[in-house]
């Protein structure tokens, strides 16, 4: 597999080289501190992680401004003029519906981008990164980095960043880097984008996010301490958060399997409804959406206007059912059935789809309120959809919901029993039917 490399301005003129390879869904990776498209592909490690990702994706990677292929002697560094480079990228290459791999100090990009453009983005993973960049070292050890960065530039101040990066490397490595780091970037563009990036302080944006996101971290890591991407994943809603072990920064190496292979999980079905998987058979768990007053906001909206509400709507259940293992069986107009295997996964995605509205909601001039119903069975599976009595009470006590609930039969309950669910008794009701 080989990686073709393209050239794309950013908003202020400055030039920006993107490599693509591979096909499928598009995943975007927004860089750390320094990188270099060609020397990074000709490093095995890291080579090996590119084409494992590009396996089922087009995989997009680009050098920030004043790094690598891009141009350098730059100015501006700031959160916003990086924004615009990710921005100008998406755009240039014509994606839609991107996940973006936050990496170090791409992470608070990729967050803030996942908050401005909610409609480009379809996942949000983040690795290594934090919310803070204030918080992240001592303000007298950031200095003393810095002012050695500036004088002895892939020497000493090189091997000290090593050390943050790759604890206890062996003296080969020092001379790799060092070379690395003179290739990657000059010392002023080092160091103007590692002073930027401790003044990046995104956490107010944190509850903002309504893209999936998936956060991981190793325990060890001293260039984002650890505390920074646990901060992160609390913070955002329905976040998923995978701690690793090591104390390794760079994402090429270390134990990269246990890196990847959530990574992939996580964004299996992210080609949509289309790649849904086929209907079960046995005992599931049918959960039932119903989008409140669709009729009335037609009327409010006009159909356009509606129609873009229901994309909003269908787009939040979707990617809660990607991140929860569901199976989209059909669209019902004003909602959604799927099914789980599980009646412990099937819970966790209707809570997910709600706090997703409620922080959609929070935000919107046309809040989306959503009933959810859930029953468990054995429905019979015809032509990739399921039928019989489970379904048809699934369906019913959705119906009985009220907006913004999530209502369940003891069945479900008692599945889930001991997964660490709390519910509250609504007594016995008669059901339509």
């Keep these: 597999m080989q990686q073709q490399i393209q050239f794309v301005t950013g908003a202020d003129g400055v030039s920006l080289a993107v490599a693509t390879m591979g096909s499928g869904p598009a995943l975007l990776i927004v860089p750390g ?24 994706h087009l995989l997009v990677r680009y050098d920030k ?8 002697d730059v100015s501006n560094y700031s959160l916003e003029a990086q ?15 991107v996940a973006l791999l936050g990496y170090s100090q791409g992470g608070p990009i990729s967050i803030a981008y996942a908050v401005q ?11 290594g990164s934090y919310h803070d960049g204030k918080n992240l070292q001592v303000r007298d050890v950031v200095d003393a980095f810095m002012a050695l960065l500036r004088a002895d530039w892939g020497g000493y101040g090189g091997a000290a960043m090593l050390e943050v990066f790759i604890p206890g490397a062996p ?16 010392a002023e563009d080092a160091v103007g984008t590692t002073v930027a990036a401790l003044e990046y302080e995104i956490t107010p944006l ?20 650890f505390q920074q991407g646990r ?38 079905g992210a080609e949509g409804p289309q790649a849904r998987a086929k209907v079960s058979e046995g005992l599931q768990t049918i959960l039932f959406t119903d989008m409140e007053g669709s009729t009335t906001l037609t009327q409010h909206l006009g159909d356009a206007g509606a ?26 107009g004003d909602g959604i059935m799927a099914s789980f295997t599980s009646a412990a996964r099937a819970l966790a995605c209707a809570i997910a789809t709600q706090r997703r509205f409620a922080s959609h909601n929070e935000s919107s001039p046309d809040p989306i309120r959503v009933r959810i119903g859930l029953n468990a069975g054995e429905p019979e599976a015809e032509d990739e959809d399921l039928f019989g009595t489970a379904v048809q009470l699934a369906a019913r006590i959705c119906a009985h919901a009220e907006p913004g609930q999530i209502l369940v039969s003891n069945v479900v309950q008692e599945l889930a029993a001991g997964k660490g669910f709390a519910f509250t008794a609504r007594g016995e009701a008669t059901l339509k039917g």
Excluded: C
């Design 83 to 97: 924004v615009d480079d990710l921005d100008a990228i998406i755009n240039a290459l014509g994606l839609r519906g």
């Design 117 to 127: 453009r909610p409609e480009n983005v379809s996942h949000l993973i983040l690795y």
């Design 307 to 332: 129609q873009e509400v229901l994309r909003t709507h269908n787009r939040i259940i979707r990617d809660a059912l990607n991140m929860h293992g569901g199976t989209e069986i059909k669209h019902t």
């Design 65 to 72: 401004r004043g790094t690598g292929l891009s141009d350098r």
């Design 171 to 186: 003296p080969e490595a020092r001379k790799i880097f060092a070379e690395y780091q003179r290739q990657a970037a000059n």
């Design 33 to 56: 501190w320094i990188s270099h498209l060609e020397l990074d592909w000709t490093w095995p490690q890291a080579h090996d992680l590119f084409e494992r990702l590009a396996r089922n």
């Design 231 to 268: 901060e992160i994943a609390a913070r955002i809603p329905g976040a998923r958060f995978v701690p690793l072990e090591g104390d390794i920064h760079v994402i090429s190496l270390g134990d990269t399997e246990a890196l990847i292979s959530p990574i992939e999980d996580f964004l299996l």
């Design 206 to 225: 944190l509850p903002q996010v309504t893209t999936p996101t998936l956060v991981l971290h190793r325990r060890g890591d001293k260039a984002a301490p």
